[in-house]
Nanobody, 114 residues
Framework: QGKLMESGGGLVQVGGSLTLSCTAS????????MGWFRQTPGNQRELVAS???????SYNEGVEGRFTISRDNAKKLLFLRMNSLKPEDSGRYFC????????WGQGTQVTVSS
């Protein structure tokens, strides 16, 4: 089984930016469609952004135009650049394949303060 480890979260003010990173110890990473998921207390994880093995991307309507997902297949890294952050972007962010094949990592907390 692979291992996923997220980092880069933090506390940021409204309008600020963060870049999340996911280190994916999975093989072959380049063959998997990958995504970033967000979970808030009492709710299930929701898909925020995804990137296919062929590099096409898609976004949740609420983050379209503000978030950018990317990947570095050689380094097995997944990124999420988050701009113009809003309080509703707050949550714990996780990465995983799509469909989700791997155990969930610890995630990284993003808190956007107003």
């Amino acid at each position: 089984q692979g291992k996923l480890m997220e980092s880069g979260g933090g506390l940021v003010q409204v309008g600020g930016s963060l870049t999340l990173s996911c280190t994916a110890s999975v093989q072959p990473f380049n063959c998997y469609d990958m995504g970033w998921f967000r979970q808030t207390p009492g709710n299930q994880r929701e898909l925020v952004a995804s990137i296919k093995s062929g590099l096409s991307t898609s976004y949740n309507e609420g983050v379209e135009g503000r978030f950018t997902i990317s990947r570095d297949n050689a380094k097995k890294l997944l990124f999420l650049r988050m701009n113009s952050l809003k309080p509703e972007d707050s949550g714990r962010y996780f990465c995983n394949s799509i469909p989700t094949f791997f155990p969930w990592g610890q995630g990284t907390q993003v808190t956007v303060s107003s």
